[in-house]
């Protein structure tokens, strides 16, 4: 019986346990199931672990102890949420799925003989492995980062920052990504940035914040692309300019910072700006494992095709930040590379599963501060047409609904009900005629820009 084929496994293990009562069923199932190893236990690795723990037997390997929800770093930069919120325990998420946890790093993999090298000196051997390692966020990257500024991307630095933003005095403020580079291996949007939402959220909840506690206080937000958000279309950019307008920040583009020092921010076309408070989302890199193991591309993310195997390896499937076609990297994306690499790791063991075709879209949620919130939705970067942007409490309370879902189960994806939820809301968002209002509102701040008082959004390149 091929592997795979319903009810196979269960049925021979069932009998053999019957026979002798030493065998104990699970271990048998185990035993009997194609190997998967799972490399990291963050949007992608987990959104493949709950979808094929039944199928394969599953050894889930990451450093952590737990999942970082990296979507709620934010908050807790910005507005003091508890750092537990961001964190889900991968013990109790292994013992429910029956899979192997295993908490180191993957040091290099070895396509050919199907082994992964870890960090504790153990090696491990796989039928199907998924790469799912996310990216690195080098800090090393900009000289001063570290000590001098603060930035959101790791539950220690949101931490930090929150310390910061507690003890501001008042002053200007500078927020904006670094410059990011990427390969050519595959036909994926070239973004400076890729992953702007925690610089809107850092503009407006941080002001949300300080105007609460009267603190006086300018904004100045860079970013090295062309424009501020360069993963959305020209709908999106002109619903969010008049809020960001009534914030008052200053968005500077095409500005690749250099490095950060006590009071400033210098960039690389020798501009340098006042700072009392830095925040730097860092360049994003490749881990080092991948480079080790001949993976990646000229910079090191794992080109992949579009049904997210690894070039040359049909047995890898590479999902989430790691990989070159994510782009830009959101949680969104990852997990839907993921159901694609679900899909065909399905496949691949005889189920008749359809593989749904890879279709990406940018969907990023900003809270602004308050019981206010953003949704974005575009696929122009891909050649689509949707480009809507919904602002207001309902969008805040998807948010919080996601938040608190994921927190209370662990992180379990997909949280079936609310993700119909969400697609309902989506598919209501996306009709043509909000398409329409949206243009409408885009039409309407072009006068509001212009009325007294109000022109404090300004672009400068
Ligand atoms: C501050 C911030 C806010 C964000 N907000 C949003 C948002 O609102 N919406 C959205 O869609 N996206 C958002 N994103 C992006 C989103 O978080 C990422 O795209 C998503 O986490 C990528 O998922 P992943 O599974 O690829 O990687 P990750 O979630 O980064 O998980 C990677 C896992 O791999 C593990 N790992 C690393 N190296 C190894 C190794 N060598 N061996 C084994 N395991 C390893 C890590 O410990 C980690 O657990 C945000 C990102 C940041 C930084």
Not at 4 to 19: D, I, Q
Not at 30 to 48: H, M, Y
Request: charged share 20%; aromatic share 8%.
């Amino acid at each position: 019986m091929a592997v795979g084929e319903p009810g196979s496994n269960l049925t021979r293990c069932s009998y053999r346990a019957w026979l002798s009562r030493w065998v104990d069923t699970k271990d048998c199932l185990a035993s009997t199931k194609a190997k998967l190893v799972i490399l990291g236990a963050g949007f992608a690795g987990l959104r493949v672990l709950y979808r094929l723990h039944d199928t394969f037997g599953v050894t889930l390997i990451d450093p952590r102890s737990d999942s970082l929800a990296k979507p709620t770093l934010p908050e807790l930069a910005l507005s003091g949420k508890p750092v537990a919120h961001a964190r889900f325990p991968l013990a109790p998420i292994a013992r429910r799925t029956q899979a192997q946890l295993t908490q180191a790093s993957a040091t290099s993999i070895d396509p050919v003989a199907q082994r992964i090298q870890l960090d504790s000196h153990e090696a491990i051997s796989y039928d199907f492995l998924v790469i799912a390692v996310g990216a690195v966020k080098d800090y090393s990257a900009i000289e001063g980062l570290e000590e001098f500024g603060y930035s959101v991307c790791d539950d220690d630095h949101a931490t930090r920052r929150w310390d910061a933003l507690s003890a501001f005095k008042g002053g200007p403020i500078v927020v904006g990504a670094a410059l990011s580079t990427w390969g050519t291996k595959v036909a994926a949007p070239d973004l400076k940035a890729p992953c702007e939402g925690p610089i809107g959220e850092g503009i407006f909840m941080a002001g949300y914040e300080l105007r609460s506690r009267r603190i006086a206080h300018t904004i100045s937000a860079f970013t090295p692309g062309d424009v501020f958000f360069d993963d959305v279309g020209d709908n999106v950019h002109a619903s969010i300019a008049p809020l960001l307008g009534a914030t008052g920040v200053e968005v500077l583009t095409a500005k690749s910072v250099r490095r950060v020092a006590k009071g400033s921010v210098m960039f690389t076309d020798g501009t340098e700006l006042e700072s009392e408070l830095t925040v730097v989302i860092p360049p994003y890199r490749d881990p080092k494992m991948i480079v080790d193991s001949g993976l990646g591309d000229e910079v090191g993310f794992v080109p992949v095709n579009e049904q997210m195997q690894a070039f040359d390896y049909s047995n890898i499937f590479v999902a989430g930040d790691v990989s070159a076609l994510a782009m830009p990297k959101l949680g969104h994306i990852a997990v839907h590379q993921a159901d694609v690499a679900v899909a065909c790791l399905l496949r691949m063991v005889g189920d008749t599963v359809e593989i749904p075709p890879y279709r990406p879209e940018v969907i990023c949620v900003m809270n602004r501060g308050g019981s206010e919130a953003i949704l974005l939705l575009s696929d122009i970067i891909y050649g689509g047409e949707r480009d809507i942007a919904k602002s207001g409490p309902l969008v805040h309370f998807m948010k919080w609904s996601f938040d608190a879902w994921g927190y209370h189960t662990h992180g379990h994806l997909p949280p079936d009900l609310l993700q119909e939820a969400l697609e309902k809301f989506l598919s209501f968002i996306r009709r043509p005629r909000l398409g329409q209002w949206n243009r409408i509102g885009a039409e309407q701040w072009g006068t509001i820009r212009q009325g007294p008082g109000i022109e404090v959004y300004r672009s400068r390149a």
